[in-house]
């Protein structure tokens, strides 16, 4: 019943920005963790970012560490990925997922029960 859609990609050279969005709607006050998570062609999907609803505590893959930013509104039920001095190697399909439990971990993409449709994020060198 939840719904995750996602919005923001686009083409960018190398060094830019862009701004990933995800709106939820449904059980969204049963969220505990929102994340982000990356896959591109040929490869496995890969954690990026997650965010603890109630605290605003952030986890950040080493690969995106210092440049991306995880946020959320909670009025709005959405959450954020700013994405500064962006890489070819960042190029992906971005996903946002719901984790509605505490337990299993937040990188895990297995624990995560609720997926956006995703947003291609590419960049050129």
């Known amino acids: 019943q939840v719904q995750l859609v996602e919005s923001g990609g686009g083409l960018v050279q190398a060094g830019g920005s862009l701004r990933l969005s995800c709106a939820a709607s449904?059980?969204?006050?049963?969220?505990?963790?929102m994340g982000w998570f990356r896959q591109a062609p040929g490869k496995e999907r890969e954690f990026v970012a997650a965010v603890i609803w109630a605290t605003g505590s952030t986890y950040y893959a080493d690969s995106v560490k210092g440049r991306f930013t995880i946020s959320r509104d909670s009025a709005k039920n959405t959450v954020y990925l700013q994405m500064n001095s962006l890489k070819p190697e960042d190029t992906a399909v971005y996903y946002c997922?719901?984790?509605?439990?505490?337990?299993?971990?937040?990188?895990?993409?297995?624990?995560?029960?609720?997926w956006g449709q995703g947003t291609q994020v590419t960049v050129s060198s």
């Open positions: 449904g059980r969204t006050f049963t969220s505990y963790t």
């Open positions: 997922a719901d984790k509605t439990k505490a337990w299993g971990g937040d990188i895990r993409a297995s624990r995560y029960d609720y």
